[in-house]
Structures are given as structure tokens and as C-alpha cells.
T-cell receptor
Framework: DAGVTQSPTHLIKTRGQQVTLRCSPI?????VSWYQQVLGQGPQFIFQ???????GRGNFPDRFSARQFPNYSSELNVNALLLGDSALYLC??????????????FGDGTRLSIL | QKEVEQDPGPLSVPEGAIVSLNCTYS??????FMWYRQYSRKGPELLMY????GNKEDGRFTAQVDKSSKYISLFIRDSQPSDSATYLC????????????FGQGTRLTINP
């Protein structure tokens, strides 16, 4: 079975530009979460979406936004890119919602480099 | 102070050794605990997932949770060079968003 797939795998942008990252969850999974992982650190939670609604948001500026589509895939958008946005962006999917104890499974991420 | 503390290492051990990886946390609301393995240029891969205090075993891996001490551990028996990776502990609350809070990760090298 296909795992979580993310595209593109690698992206290079310049400061001030905008970027859109895409994620397809594991088949049957309805919850998608986004994380940012800076080199040498653990992932930091950005958003969770379930049934197309935002269910949680981490401590990130409004330049970060996301949405989930009827097929449960998701996009993460980042506007006005800063050098500090350079990171590995990870998508994770799980079966359930807020009180679910289902674990999250991660894709291999999109490596975003800002020049 | 970080909610989850994990020694970043690096940790280097000979093949066949028993490896012990640990995390401490400060938030007593954390009830689900996970260990992920991350190879270079890959996403985190779920290794162990526990809820209650005590031990959970899966092959060469044992996860241990001590909620009274706010301390979790992962033991790897008969370590192999293929176990060389970064190991991340993660935890979350029962309710609310499925927000995982991660440790910094421990970089582990198993030497043949």
C-alpha cells in the first residue's frame, strides 16, 4: 500500500516568494497534519486538518496557511518566504480526529531551500 | 524550558550492543508516547506507540513509559548497523488537536 506521498521532494525559492507544498495521505486516512523540521531539530507542529476543517494550529505566523480537499489531500502554502523558512516540511496522516488514538504516519517531506 | 527533552548525542556503540535512548517531559497532560526512526533525507518512521505506563516489546525494540517520573525510554537489543539513524521521541495529549511534540532527536551510529 502507498504511504504518505509529498511533492515536490525538493524546492528552491528566493526571499519574498510564495510556495505550495502538496500531500496525499494514506488511503482511508482522513486527518492530515503538517510539521516543519529545521536541521538538527525535531519536527514542529504547524497545522492539523480533519474532514476539510482546521483542527489545530501551531505557533507559526499567518504567512503559513493550509487546506484539505474532499479527497483528503492537503496543501501547505507559505507566503513572503524568509531565509528562516528553509526546512524539511513533513506531512503526516492518521485515521482519526481529535480524540482518536491512531498514530500518525509521515511522508518523506519536501525540502525547501530559501536563497 | 522545552516540553520534551532529548539528548541529541551523537551516540556511537558497537554492533550487538544494547542501546538505551531516553526522553523526559514536563507536561503531565501527555498520554500517548511514540518513538520514530528517521534516516537521512527520509521522513520519520513509526517504531513504537504506547499509552500506558510499563513496557511494550516489538522484536528487538522495547519501549518503556514511567508517567510518575515523566520519563520514557527505547531499548534496542542486538543492535545492527542498519539501526544507525536519528531516533525521535514524540508525545501528545488525549484530546485536542493531534499535535505531536517531539524531542530534538538522538543521532545513533552502530559500528560494525
Amino acid at each position: 500500500d502507498a504511504g504518505v506521498t509529498q511533492s515536490p521532494t525538493h524546492l528552491i525559492k528566493t526571499r519574498g516568494q510564495q510556495v505550495t507544498l502538496r500531500c496525499s495521505p494514506i488511503s482511508g486516512h482522513k486527518s492530515v497534519s503538517w510539521y516543519q523540521q529545521v536541521l538538527g531539530q525535531g519536527p514542529q507542529f504547524i497545522f492539523q486538518y480533519y474532514e476539510k476543517e482546521e483542527r489545530g494550529r501551531g505557533n507559526f505566523p499567518d504567512r503559513f496557511s493550509a487546506r484539505q480537499f474532499p479527497n483528503y489531500s492537503s496543501e501547505l502554502n507559505v507566503n513572503a518566504l524568509l531565509l528562516g523558512d528553509s526546512a524539511l516540511y513533513l506531512c503526516a496522516s492518521s485515521l482519526g480526529d481529535l480524540i482518536s488514538n491512531q498514530p500518525q504516519h509521515f511522508g518523506d517531506g519536501t525540502r525547501l531551500s530559501i536563497l | 524550558q522545552k516540553e520534551v527533552e532529548q539528548d541529541p548525542g551523537p551516540l556511537s556503540v558497537p554492533e550487538g550492543a544494547i542501546v538505551s535512548l531516553n526522553c523526559t517531559y514536563s507536561n503531565s497532560a501527555f498520554q500517548y508516547f511514540m518513538w520514530y526512526r528517521q534516516y537521512s533525507r527520509k521522513g520519520p518512521e513509526l517504531l513504537m506507540y504506547t499509552y500506558s505506563s510499563g513496557n511494550k516489546e516489538d522484536g528487538r525494540f522495547t519501549a518503556q513509559v514511567d508517567k510518575s517520573s515523566k520519563y520514557i525510554s527505547l531499548f534496542i537489543r542486538d543492535s545492527q548497523p542498519s539501526d544507525s539513524a536519528t531516533y525521535l521521541c514524540a508525545m501528545r495529549r488525549i484530546q485536542g488537536a493531534q499535535k505531536l511534540v517531539f524531542g530534538q532527536g538522538t543521532r545513533l551510529t552502530i559500528n560494525p
